[in-house]
Protein backbone atom coordinates (compact mmCIF):
# COMPACT_ATOMS: atom_id res chain seq x y z
CA UNK A 1 0.00 0.00 0.00
CA UNK A 2 1.43 3.37 -0.79
CA UNK A 3 1.63 6.23 1.70
CA UNK A 4 -0.08 8.80 -0.06
CA UNK A 5 -3.08 7.59 -2.28
CA UNK A 6 -4.96 10.19 -5.35
CA UNK A 7 -7.29 8.85 -7.16
CA UNK A 8 -6.03 9.37 -10.99
CA UNK A 9 -9.15 10.46 -12.41
CA UNK A 10 -9.89 11.49 -14.90
CA UNK A 11 -12.31 13.87 -13.60
CA UNK A 12 -14.09 15.74 -15.93
CA UNK A 13 -16.34 18.54 -14.85
CA UNK A 14 -18.32 21.39 -17.12
CA UNK A 15 -17.17 25.28 -16.20
CA UNK A 16 -18.35 26.70 -13.18
CA UNK A 17 -18.87 23.52 -11.13
CA UNK A 18 -17.07 22.97 -7.53
CA UNK A 19 -14.30 20.51 -7.80
CA UNK A 20 -13.70 18.05 -5.22
CA UNK A 21 -10.38 16.76 -5.20
CA UNK A 22 -8.30 14.15 -2.42
CA UNK A 23 -5.92 12.15 -1.12
CA UNK A 24 -5.93 9.85 2.24
CA UNK A 25 -2.67 8.78 3.67
CA UNK A 26 -1.10 5.99 6.11
CA UNK A 27 1.88 7.75 8.24
CA UNK A 28 0.68 9.81 11.11
CA UNK A 29 3.91 11.73 11.49
CA UNK A 30 2.65 13.60 8.50
CA UNK A 31 2.19 17.61 9.41
CA UNK A 32 2.93 20.02 6.27
CA UNK A 33 0.10 18.90 3.49
CA UNK A 34 0.41 20.48 -0.68
CA UNK A 35 -1.37 21.03 -3.24
CA UNK A 36 0.53 21.19 -6.42
CA UNK A 37 -0.91 21.73 -10.28
CA UNK A 38 0.63 20.35 -13.20
CA UNK A 39 0.16 21.45 -17.17
CA UNK A 40 1.58 19.03 -19.88
CA UNK A 41 5.06 18.96 -20.10
CA UNK A 42 5.55 21.48 -17.10
CA UNK A 43 7.22 21.35 -13.33
CA UNK A 44 4.08 21.46 -10.84
CA UNK A 45 3.33 24.82 -9.02
CA UNK A 46 2.62 25.39 -5.73
CA UNK A 47 -1.04 25.90 -5.15
CA UNK A 48 -1.78 25.64 -1.34
CA UNK A 49 0.27 25.19 1.97
CA UNK A 50 -1.29 23.77 5.26
CA UNK A 51 0.17 22.75 8.67
CA UNK A 52 -1.75 20.49 10.16
CA UNK A 53 -5.40 20.58 10.19
CA UNK A 54 -8.16 22.94 9.42
CA UNK A 55 -9.02 24.78 6.37
CA UNK A 56 -6.97 27.14 4.03
CA UNK A 57 -8.61 29.62 1.43
CA UNK A 58 -6.87 31.80 -1.50
CA UNK A 59 -9.34 32.78 -3.83
CA UNK A 60 -11.16 30.21 -5.85
CA UNK A 61 -9.16 27.20 -3.60
CA UNK A 62 -9.65 25.91 -0.23
CA UNK A 63 -7.60 23.42 1.38
CA UNK A 64 -9.25 21.21 4.25
CA UNK A 65 -6.87 18.74 6.30
CA UNK A 66 -8.52 16.68 8.72
CA UNK A 67 -5.68 14.65 10.43
CA UNK A 68 -7.74 12.26 12.22
CA UNK A 69 -9.30 10.45 9.29
CA UNK A 70 -5.81 10.86 7.89
CA UNK A 71 -7.71 13.16 4.60
CA UNK A 72 -6.86 15.96 2.93
CA UNK A 73 -8.94 17.80 0.19
CA UNK A 74 -8.77 20.50 -2.57
CA UNK A 75 -11.99 22.63 -3.68
CA UNK A 76 -12.08 24.57 -6.32
CA UNK A 77 -15.29 26.72 -6.92
CA UNK A 78 -16.44 28.80 -10.13
CA UNK A 79 -13.79 25.92 -12.03
CA UNK A 80 -12.54 27.33 -15.46
CA UNK A 81 -11.42 25.84 -18.41
CA UNK A 82 -7.63 26.46 -17.32
CA UNK A 83 -8.22 24.84 -14.51
CA UNK A 84 -7.57 21.83 -16.43
CA UNK A 85 -4.31 20.13 -14.98
CA UNK A 86 -2.96 17.35 -13.32
CA UNK A 87 -3.57 18.07 -9.34
CA UNK A 88 -0.82 16.58 -6.66
CA UNK A 89 -0.86 16.40 -3.26
CA UNK A 90 2.24 15.97 -1.50
CA UNK A 91 3.38 15.72 2.32
CA UNK A 92 5.73 16.19 5.09
CA UNK A 93 6.52 15.88 8.46
CA UNK A 94 9.05 17.66 10.76
CA UNK A 95 11.94 14.76 11.37
CA UNK A 96 9.94 12.58 8.52
CA UNK A 97 12.89 10.33 6.47
CA UNK A 98 15.65 11.53 8.34
CA UNK A 99 14.49 15.12 9.01
CA UNK A 100 14.64 15.66 4.79
CA UNK A 101 11.45 16.87 4.89
CA UNK A 102 11.28 15.55 1.26
CA UNK A 103 7.95 15.34 -0.29
CA UNK A 104 6.11 12.03 -0.77
CA UNK A 105 3.28 12.81 -3.77
CA UNK A 106 -0.02 11.09 -4.41
CA UNK A 107 0.13 9.90 -8.23
CA UNK A 108 -2.16 13.40 -9.16
CA UNK A 109 -5.60 13.55 -10.13
CA UNK A 110 -6.42 14.84 -14.01
CA UNK A 111 -9.05 17.19 -14.21
CA UNK A 112 -10.32 18.96 -17.14
CA UNK A 113 -13.19 21.41 -16.78
CA UNK A 114 -15.39 21.41 -20.22
CA UNK A 115 -16.43 25.36 -21.61
CA UNK B 1 12.45 36.96 -9.28
CA UNK B 2 13.90 33.85 -11.37
CA UNK B 3 12.24 30.57 -10.71
CA UNK B 4 14.04 26.98 -10.45
CA UNK B 5 15.60 26.70 -14.05
CA UNK B 6 17.05 23.39 -15.76
CA UNK B 7 18.60 21.85 -18.66
CA UNK B 8 18.82 20.67 -21.09
CA UNK B 9 14.89 20.51 -21.21
CA UNK B 10 15.05 17.47 -23.28
CA UNK B 11 17.84 14.69 -24.21
CA UNK B 12 17.24 11.85 -25.55
CA UNK B 13 20.79 9.43 -25.20
CA UNK B 14 21.61 5.90 -25.92
CA UNK B 15 21.41 3.04 -23.76
CA UNK B 16 24.94 3.08 -22.08
CA UNK B 17 25.66 6.53 -22.34
CA UNK B 18 26.20 8.95 -19.53
CA UNK B 19 24.50 12.35 -18.56
CA UNK B 20 24.32 14.91 -16.94
CA UNK B 21 21.73 17.44 -15.72
CA UNK B 22 21.80 20.74 -14.33
CA UNK B 23 19.33 22.69 -11.73
CA UNK B 24 19.83 26.34 -10.76
CA UNK B 25 17.78 26.90 -7.44
CA UNK B 26 15.96 30.22 -7.13
CA UNK B 27 18.45 32.85 -5.45
CA UNK B 28 18.84 32.50 -2.01
CA UNK B 29 17.17 29.29 -1.81
CA UNK B 30 19.46 27.00 0.85
CA UNK B 31 17.85 23.66 0.26
CA UNK B 32 17.80 21.77 -3.33
CA UNK B 33 16.07 18.69 -4.25
CA UNK B 34 15.52 16.25 -7.21
CA UNK B 35 12.53 14.05 -7.75
CA UNK B 36 11.96 11.92 -10.46
CA UNK B 37 8.60 11.37 -12.67
CA UNK B 38 7.32 8.69 -14.37
CA UNK B 39 4.27 7.38 -15.75
CA UNK B 40 2.71 5.17 -13.46
CA UNK B 41 4.91 6.48 -10.41
CA UNK B 42 4.35 9.26 -9.78
CA UNK B 43 7.44 11.66 -8.80
CA UNK B 44 9.69 9.80 -6.30
CA UNK B 45 12.25 11.57 -4.15
CA UNK B 46 16.08 11.19 -5.02
CA UNK B 47 18.04 13.34 -3.08
CA UNK B 48 18.30 16.77 -0.87
CA UNK B 49 20.86 19.10 -0.46
CA UNK B 50 21.34 21.47 2.22
CA UNK B 51 23.94 23.81 1.01
CA UNK B 52 26.92 21.82 -0.43
CA UNK B 53 26.21 18.60 1.47
CA UNK B 54 23.39 15.33 1.26
CA UNK B 55 22.15 14.52 4.15
CA UNK B 56 19.45 11.96 2.11
CA UNK B 57 20.90 10.30 -0.59
CA UNK B 58 18.32 7.99 -0.13
CA UNK B 59 16.23 7.83 -3.23
CA UNK B 60 18.99 7.39 -5.31
CA UNK B 61 17.95 3.81 -7.15
CA UNK B 62 21.12 2.58 -7.77
CA UNK B 63 25.04 3.39 -7.71
CA UNK B 64 24.54 4.66 -11.15
CA UNK B 65 22.94 7.84 -9.98
CA UNK B 66 24.97 10.57 -8.52
CA UNK B 67 24.64 14.11 -7.63
CA UNK B 68 26.83 17.46 -6.65
CA UNK B 69 26.22 20.95 -5.50
CA UNK B 70 28.55 23.97 -5.77
CA UNK B 71 28.61 27.12 -3.80
CA UNK B 72 25.48 25.95 -2.70
CA UNK B 73 24.06 26.75 -5.76
CA UNK B 74 24.07 24.81 -9.33
CA UNK B 75 23.70 21.24 -8.58
CA UNK B 76 24.00 18.64 -11.28
CA UNK B 77 22.35 15.04 -11.15
CA UNK B 78 24.57 12.75 -12.97
CA UNK B 79 23.55 9.12 -14.53
CA UNK B 80 26.16 6.96 -15.70
CA UNK B 81 25.85 4.02 -18.28
CA UNK B 82 22.03 4.51 -18.55
CA UNK B 83 19.16 1.87 -19.02
CA UNK B 84 15.94 2.35 -20.68
CA UNK B 85 14.23 2.22 -17.40
CA UNK B 86 15.71 5.33 -16.09
CA UNK B 87 13.87 7.52 -18.96
CA UNK B 88 11.55 9.85 -16.77
CA UNK B 89 11.38 13.51 -16.47
CA UNK B 90 13.92 14.83 -13.63
CA UNK B 91 12.50 17.72 -11.76
CA UNK B 92 14.37 20.16 -9.19
CA UNK B 93 13.36 21.44 -6.27
CA UNK B 94 14.48 24.40 -4.01
CA UNK B 95 13.21 26.09 -0.70
CA UNK B 96 14.68 28.96 1.44
CA UNK B 97 15.55 26.57 3.63
CA UNK B 98 15.68 23.36 5.77
CA UNK B 99 12.74 22.87 7.45
CA UNK B 100 8.90 22.96 6.18
CA UNK B 101 9.15 25.38 3.33
CA UNK B 102 7.34 25.15 0.52
CA UNK B 103 9.23 23.38 -2.41
CA UNK B 104 9.43 25.42 -5.84
CA UNK B 105 9.90 23.41 -8.84
CA UNK B 106 11.58 23.90 -12.12
CA UNK B 107 9.82 22.98 -15.48
CA UNK B 108 12.26 19.26 -15.71
CA UNK B 109 14.54 17.47 -17.66
CA UNK B 110 12.76 15.02 -19.88
CA UNK B 111 15.28 11.67 -20.31
CA UNK B 112 14.71 9.40 -23.26
CA UNK B 113 16.69 6.25 -23.20
CA UNK B 114 17.01 4.55 -26.45
Known amino acids: QKEVEQDPGPLSVPEGAIVSLNCTYS??????FMWYRQYSRKGPELLMYTYSSGNKEDGRFTAQVDKSSKYISLFIRDSQPSDSATYLCAMSGEGYGGATNKLIFGTGTLLAVQP | GAGVSQSPSNKVTEKGKDVELRCDPI?????LYWYRQSLGQGLEFLIYFQGNSAPDKSGLPSDRFSAERTGGSVSTLTIQRTQQEDSAVYLC????????????FGPGTRLTVT
Open chain 1, 27 to 32: NSAFQY
Open chain 2, 27 to 31: SGHTA
Open chain 2, 93 to 104: ASSLAWGPYEQY
